[in-house]
């Protein structure tokens, strides 16, 4: 399968603890984005990475919530001192920079986390 | 505040009809247009996109753009009961690499 991994598929956790998740982006996209989507909404973007640079963070993207990308290959989200309101499905998307290539987005099956 | 609008729906249609699904943007910025498609529990799945006014066709969808309006729309000809999900559009901005969704249209078909 050569579309987007995450892992995990679901993650149950305690409100103020860590946790981290990661995506696998198609393997010739040099383009990673993070969305996050609650019931009834659509995806709202978090953040995004142009190879191993974060160009762009949502003002959602609060300091408790960081991304990576070391290598340009697979990123991980961490969300540190969790709580309820981030019960969420995260979504990993990635894409094909250039003219309006950019914007055709694969996404990954998210990971859903539920904070207690 | 750039938004997408859709109905929330749900749309019901009989098996065999045309479902229509509509969307309208606010950021007369925006260039590029996208539905995908949601399963309850799934992630998103790219199934159209349209860049310029005008109708694409893809099979048994058709996308319609009209940047005068603000308006994009999909229509699925011969529904099945497999296109019952939450159809979300999406819409790109020159200069950003990032989409603003819709909340989506929850599309049922009946047999």
């Known amino acids: 399968d050569t579309g987007v991994s995450q892992n995990p598929r679901h993650k149950i956790t305690k409100r103020g603890q860590n946790v981290t998740f990661r995506c696998d982006p198609i393997?010739?996209?040099?383009?990673l984005y993070w969305y996050r989507q609650t019931l009834g909404q659509g995806p709202e973007f978090l953040t995004y990475?142009?190879?191993?640079?974060?160009?762009?963070k949502s003002r959602l993207l609060s300091d408790r919530f960081s991304a990576e990308r070391p290598k340009g290959s697979f990123s991980t989200l961490e969300i540190q001192r969790t709580e309820q309101g981030d019960s969420a499905m995260y979504l990993c998307?990635?894409?094909?920079?250039?003219?309006?290539?950019?914007?055709?987005?694969?996404f990954g099956p998210g990971t859903r986390l539920t904070v207690t | 505040q750039k938004e997408v609008e859709q109905n929330s729906g749900p749309l019901s249609v009989p098996e065999g009809a045309i479902a229509s699904l509509n969307c309208t943007y606010s950021?007369?910025?925006?260039?590029?247009f996208f539905w995908y498609r949601q399963y309850s529990g799934k992630s998103p799945e790219l199934i159209m996109f349209?860049?310029?006014?005008g109708d694409k066709e893809d099979g048994r969808f058709t996308a319609q753009l009209n940047k005068a309006s603000q308006y994009v729309s999909l229509l699925i000809r011969d529904s099945q009961p497999s296109d019952s999900a939450t159809y979300l559009c999406?819409?790109?901005?020159?200069?950003?690499?990032?989409?603003?969704f819709g909340k989506g249209t929850m599309l049922l078909v009946s047999p």
């Open positions: 998307a990635s894409s094909l920079s250039g003219t309006m290539k950019d914007y055709e987005q694969y």
């Open positions: 393997s010739e996209h040099n383009r």
């Open positions: 990475f142009q190879n191993e640079a974060q160009l762009e």
């Open positions: 950021d007369r910025g925006s260039q590029s």
């Open positions: 349209i860049y310029s006014n």
């Open positions: 999406a819409a790109g901005r020159s200069g950003y690499s990032t989409l603003t």
